[in-house]
């Protein structure tokens, strides 16, 4: 069990509607309530999602969204573009560590909301703790794939934008 402040310390807010932790972070309703969160994005391997259910489940408080691939794995734009469409009011997302998986998720609905890359980058970066990131530094902690996922991502988007 974590205490209060060792829960705070693993989630970090990056814009008022958008939270990124651990995975361990999922299972306290009552501190995801007064922050206000009503949807909860996992980001985890189909294994890690069976693991972490048991051990630390999401309440049925939440709508639980799951988007499942590994970090060396490509995502489909269409299907990270569902996922960022339907966030709620207030979501959490999560892969195991908040580190990689989440933190693509988590930039692609900032690209979705209209933020630019680079402003969407930073962003994440300093709200999550890290140095101030620029593209020309492959963010830091995020790996190639992932940032491959968010080009691709960005693309597809800008897209779909134009044929609507």
């Known amino acids: 069990m974590l205490t209060y402040e060792q829960w705070q310390a693993r989630i970090s807010q990056i814009t008022p509607e958008l939270y990124v932790s651990e995975v361990v972070c999922r299972a306290y309703e009552p501190w995801l309530l007064r922050f206000g969160i009503d949807t909860i994005v996992s980001v985890l391997t189909p294994e890690a999602e069976v693991q972490y259910d048991k ?15 590994a970090d060396g794995d490509p995502i489909d734009p269409a299907a990270l573009l569902a996922i960022v469409e ?3 009011k207030v979501t959490l997302v999560h892969c195991i560590s908040g580190a990689n998986r989440s933190t693509c998720v988590a930039i692609a609905r900032l690209l979705y909301l209209g933020v630019d890359p680079i402003t969407a980058c930073h962003t994440y970066w300093t709200k999550r703790g ?21 080009v691709d991502f960005y693309a597809y988007l800008n897209e779909t934008k134009r044929s609507r």
């Open 130 to 150: 890290a140095q101030t990131a620029t593209v020309y530094q492959a963010v830091p902690r995020m790996s190639r794939q992932m940032l491959a996922n968010l």
């Open 55 to 69: 051990s630390a489940p999401v309440s049925a408080a939440f709508k639980h969204l799951t988007l499942n691939y």
């Open 86 to 88: 339907s966030f709620g």
